[in-house]
C-alpha cells in the first residue's frame, strides 16, 4: 500500500497519467472517499490520459447514466459510478464484467470487486486543495503500482523529474517504451525489468537462455554503445539503472520502415541503405564482449544449433497442436529435427559476424537527415548473436509483419550480392543456401511463435500474419537444399492447413 499527499489539480492530473501508462484492458481501478474528496476529477484524468497523442476526449460523468464506455482510447474504458446502484440485480445489468476494456469504477463499495484479480484501489480523503491518496495494486496492478513509483525515482535521481510522459509502444515482449518530453527535445524511457527466467525445458535450461534471448537491459545499452561506436545509428543512452532495468535513451523518431509499407510510402532508398549496411556489417569483425560503465561484460552468443533447435521446436510445441488437436506423433518429430540437423551446419561461417536477428520493419527507422550507414536507426537490438551475414537480410526481406513480394526480395537480394562481389570470401551460392536454411528456419520459428502467442496468451491478432510468412517458407523451400524440409511439410502441415488455420 501506498499513501501520498497531493496539494494540487495538476499533482492529481499527473498522478492519474502515471496510473495511465500502465492501462491494461480486463483490469479495474477502483476509485473510493466521500462525495467531494475527487474521485470523478481523477477518473477523468486517468480516462483524458488515455487519448492518442493530440487529440482530446471528453469525459463526461456517469453520475445519472451509470455506465459511460470510451472506445477509441489507447485502452477501451468502461467508466461507471455506482452511487444511485441499490441492488446486486442492478449491478449484474451493467455489465461490468469485460475483458476487452479497463473498468474505472466510482463508489465501487455499493458493488463486489474484491473478485477482480487485477485491480487497482484508490481512496481519496481530503478537502479543499490537499488529498490523501491510499493506493493498494493486486496482481497485475500490484507490479504495475511498484513500477510506476520506481520510475518515478529513475527520472529523479537522473534529473528528467517533471518531464511530461506519454506511452509509446508495448508490445509482445516484457520492455515497454514511453516518450518524455524534455527541454523541447523527445527522449524515450526504455522499461525492461529483469526478464524472469522461465521454466527448464532442456538440460536445466529455459527456453530464454537456450535461445540467447536478452534477460535484463545491459544487453541493449551495450550492443547500442558498440553499433554507435562503429559508426551506426543506434539510440544513444542518457541515463540508467541497471537494477531496476531502466533507461532513458535517444529518440530517432517515427520515420518507422514499417509505418512506409503500411502508408505506401517509397521505401526503395531505405531499403536500399538497409542492405548497404548490411553489407558493411559482413566485412567487419566484431567482438565478442560489450560493456558499458558500471555494468559487467555482455558476452554475444553464438547462435548455435541448439539456440535454432529450440526455436523450430516452437512449431511442435504450438502451431501442430493448434493446427492438429494434439501433439505430433514421436516419428514426425524425430524427422523433422533430423532434417534439421542436416540443414543447420550450411550456415556455419568460419568468421561469424553480429546478427541483429530482429532486423525487420518495426526496428528500422529511416533517418535522412543523417549521412551513409547512419541513415538507418537501428533499435531492439538486446538478441544481438555472432551469427551467418545471411539472417538478417532474411529478417529484412522477408519480413513477418508487412507483405515483402518476392520480386522486390530478389532485386535487394541482388543488390546485396553484388555490394559483396568484390569480397573473395564471398560466396553466392553458398550465401543463397544460408539464405534459404535461415529462411525457413526463421518462418518455422515465427509460426510457432505467432500460434503461442494465439493459444498461450490469447492475442489472436498475431495469427493474421500467418499467411504470409507461410508464404515466405513456401519460396525457401524451393531451395534443392531444402527437399527433406519440403516434403516434410507436405506431408505434415501443408501450406493450405498451415493458412486455413489462422
Same mark, same amino acid.
Given at each position: 500500500?501506498?499513501?501520498?499527499?497531493?496539494?494540487?489539480?495538476?499533482?492529481?492530473?499527473?498522478?492519474?497519467?502515471?496510473?495511465?501508462?500502465?492501462?491494461?484492458?480486463?483490469?479495474?481501478?477502483?476509485?473510493?472517499?466521500?462525495?467531494?474528496?475527487?474521485?470523478?476529477?481523477?477518473?477523468?484524468?486517468?480516462?483524458?490520459?488515455?487519448?492518442?497523442?493530440?487529440?482530446?476526449?471528453?469525459?463526461?460523468?456517469?453520475?445519472?447514466?451509470?455506465?459511460?464506455?470510451?472506445?477509441?482510447?489507447?485502452?477501451?474504458?468502461?467508466?461507471?459510478?455506482?452511487?444511485?446502484?441499490?441492488?446486486?440485480?442492478?449491478?449484474?445489468?451493467?455489465?461490468?464484467?469485460?475483458?476487452?476494456?479497463?473498468?474505472?469504477?466510482?463508489?465501487?463499495?455499493?458493488?463486489?470487486?474484491?473478485?477482480?484479480?487485477?485491480?487497482?484501489?484508490?481512496?481519496?480523503?481530503?478537502?479543499?486543495?490537499?488529498?490523501?491518496?491510499?493506493?493498494?495494486?493486486?496482481?497485475?496492478?500490484?507490479?504495475?503500482?511498484?513500477?510506476?513509483?520506481?520510475?518515478?525515482?529513475?527520472?529523479?535521481?537522473?534529473?528528467?523529474?517533471?518531464?511530461?510522459?506519454?506511452?509509446?509502444?508495448?508490445?509482445?515482449?516484457?520492455?515497454?517504451?514511453?516518450?518524455?518530453?524534455?527541454?523541447?527535445?523527445?527522449?524515450?524511457?526504455?522499461?525492461? &525489468?529483469?526478464?524472469?527466467?522461465?521454466?527448464?525445458?532442456?538440460?536445466?535450461?529455459?527456453?530464454s537462455k537456450i535461445?540467447?534471448?536478452?534477460?535484463?537491459?545491459?544487453?541493449?545499452?551495450?550492443?547500442?554503445?558498440?553499433?554507435?561506436?562503429?559508426?551506426?545509428?543506434?539510440?544513444?543512452?542518457?541515463?540508467?539503472?541497471?537494477?531496476?532495468?531502466?533507461?532513458?535513451?535517444?529518440?530517432?523518431?517515427?520515420?518507422?520502415?514499417?509505418?512506409?509499407?503500411?502508408?505506401?510510402?517509397?521505401?526503395?532508398?531505405?531499403?536500399?541503405?538497409?542492405?548497404?549496411?548490411l553489407v558493411d556489417?559482413?566485412?567487419?569483425?566484431?567482438?565478442?564482449?560489450?560493456?558499458?560503465?558500471?555494468?559487467?561484460?555482455?558476452?554475444?552468443?553464438?547462435?548455435?544449433?541448439?539456440?535454432?533447435?529450440?526455436?523450430?521446436?516452437?512449431?511442435?510445441?504450438?502451431?501442430?497442436?493448434?493446427?492438429?488437436?494434439?501433439? &505430433?506423433?514421436?516419428?514426425?518429430?524425430?524427422?523433422?529435427?533430423?532434417?534439421?540437423?542436416?540443414?543447420?551446419?550450411?550456415?556455419?561461417?568460419?568468421?561469424?559476424?553480429?546478427?541483429?536477428?530482429?532486423?525487420?520493419? &518495426?526496428?528500422?527507422?529511416?533517418?535522412?537527415?543523417?549521412?551513409?550507414?547512419?541513415?538507418?536507426?537501428?533499435?531492439?537490438?538486446?538478441?544481438?548473436?555472432?551469427?551467418?551475414?545471411?539472417?538478417?537480410?532474411?529478417?529484412?526481406?522477408?519480413?513477418?509483419?508487412?507483405?515483402?513480394?518476392?520480386?522486390?526480395?530478389?532485386?535487394?537480394?541482388?543488390?546485396?550480392?553484388?555490394?559483396?562481389?568484390?569480397?573473395s570470401a564471398f560466396?553466392?551460392?553458398?550465401?543463397?543456401?544460408?539464405?534459404?536454411?535461415?529462411?525457413?528456419?526463421?518462418?518455422?520459428?515465427?509460426?510457432?511463435?505467432?500460434?503461442?502467442?494465439?493459444?498461450?496468451?490469447?492475442?489472436?491478432?498475431?495469427?493474421?500474419?500467418? &499467411?504470409?510468412?507461410?508464404?515466405?517458407?513456401?519460396?525457401?523451400?524451393?531451395?534443392?537444399?531444402?527437399?527433406?524440409?519440403?516434403?516434410?511439410?507436405?506431408?505434415?502441415?501443408?501450406?493450405?492447413?498451415?493458412?486455413?488455420?489462422?
Amino acid at each position: 500500500m501506498v499513501e501520498l499527499t497531493k496539494q494540487t489539480r495538476e499533482d492529481m492530473a499527473r498522478l492519474a497519467g502515471d496510473l495511465a501508462l500502465f492501462a491494461r484492458a480486463g483490469t479495474a481501478i477502483l476509485i473510493s472517499g466521500d462525495l467531494g474528496a475527487g474521485k470523478t476529477e481523477l477518473a477523468r484524468s486517468l480516462i483524458a490520459a488515455l487519448a492518442p497523442a493530440g487529440a482530446a476526449v471528453e469525459v463526461v460523468s456517469p453520475t445519472f447514466t451509470i455506465v459511460q464506455d470510451y472506445d477509441e482510447l489507447r485502452v477501451p474504458v468502461r467508466h461507471a459510478d455506482l452511487y444511485r446502484i441499490g441492488s446486486a440485480a442492478e449491478l449484474t445489468e451493467l455489465d461490468l464484467d469485460s475483458a476487452e476494456k479497463m473498468l474505472v469504477i466510482e463508489w465501487p463499495e455499493r458493488g463486489r470487486f474484491v473478485d477482480q484479480e487485477d485491480r487497482l484501489e484508490i481512496a481519496l480523503s481530503g478537502q479543499g486543495s490537499t488529498r490523501t491518496i491510499r493506493l493498494e495494486g493486486y496482481g497485475y496492478w500490484r507490479a504495475a503500482l511498484e513500477r510506476t513509483f520506481a520510475i518515478a525515482r529513475f527520472l529523479e535521481a537522473s534529473h528528467f523529474a517533471g518531464a511530461p510522459r506519454r506511452f509509446l509502444q508495448g508490445d509482445a515482449s516484457f520492455r515497454r517504451y514511453e516518450r518524455l518530453s524534455w527541454k523541447g527535445q523527445s527522449r524515450v524511457l526504455m522499461d525492461m &525489468p529483469a526478464r524472469p527466467d522461465g521454466p527448464p525445458i532442456a538440460g536445466g535450461k529455459s527456453y530464454s537462455k537456450i535461445a540467447h534471448l536478452a534477460e535484463d537491459i545491459s544487453a541493449v545499452l551495450a550492443v547500442n554503445r558498440a553499433l554507435i561506436d562503429f559508426g551506426y545509428s543506434a539510440p544513444e543512452t542518457y541515463a540508467y539503472d541497471l537494477k531496476q532495468g531502466l533507461a532513458v535513451i535517444e529518440d530517432l523518431g517515427d520515420d518507422v520502415y514499417g509505418r512506409r509499407y503500411v502508408e505506401g510510402v517509397p521505401l526503395d532508398e531505405p531499403l536500399a541503405a538497409a542492405v548497404a549496411l548490411l553489407v558493411d556489417m559482413a566485412g567487419r569483425n566484431w567482438p565478442r564482449q560489450v560493456g558499458i560503465d558500471g555494468g559487467a561484460l555482455h558476452v554475444v552468443p553464438d547462435y548455435d544449433e541448439e539456440a535454432q533447435l529450440v526455436e523450430v521446436d516452437l512449431l511442435l510445441s504450438w502451431m501442430w497442436p493448434r493446427l492438429h488437436g494434439g501433439p &505430433p506423433p514421436a516419428e514426425a518429430a524425430a524427422d523433422f529435427r533430423a532434417i534439421w540437423m542436416e540443414l543447420l551446419p550450411l550456415t556455419r561461417k568460419a568468421r561469424p559476424i553480429w546478427v541483429l536477428r530482429d532486423f525487420h520493419s &518495426p526496428n528500422l527507422l529511416w533517418l535522412p537527415e543523417r549521412s551513409g550507414h547512419r541513415r538507418v536507426g537501428l533499435i531492439d537490438t538486446q538478441d544481438c548473436v555472432m551469427g551467418d551475414p545471411a539472417y538478417d537480410l532474411v529478417s529484412l526481406l522477408q519480413d513477418a509483419r508487412v507483405d515483402v513480394d518476392e520480386a522486390m526480395s530478389a532485386k535487394f537480394f541482388a543488390q546485396y550480392c553484388g555490394l559483396r562481389a568484390g569480397d573473395s570470401a564471398f560466396d553466392r551460392e553458398a550465401f543463397a543456401a544460408s539464405f534459404a536454411v535461415l529462411g525457413a528456419q526463421r518462418a518455422t520459428k515465427i509460426l510457432g511463435i505467432f500460434s503461442r502467442l494465439s493459444m498461450r496468451d490469447g492475442k489472436h491478432i498475431y495469427l493474421a500474419h500467418i &499467411p504470409r510468412v507461410s508464404r515466405y517458407l513456401e519460396t525457401n523451400l524451393r531451395h534443392p537444399a531444402l527437399a527433406p524440409l519440403g516434403r516434410w511439410f507436405a506431408q505434415h502441415l501443408p501450406r493450405h492447413l498451415r493458412e486455413a488455420g489462422r
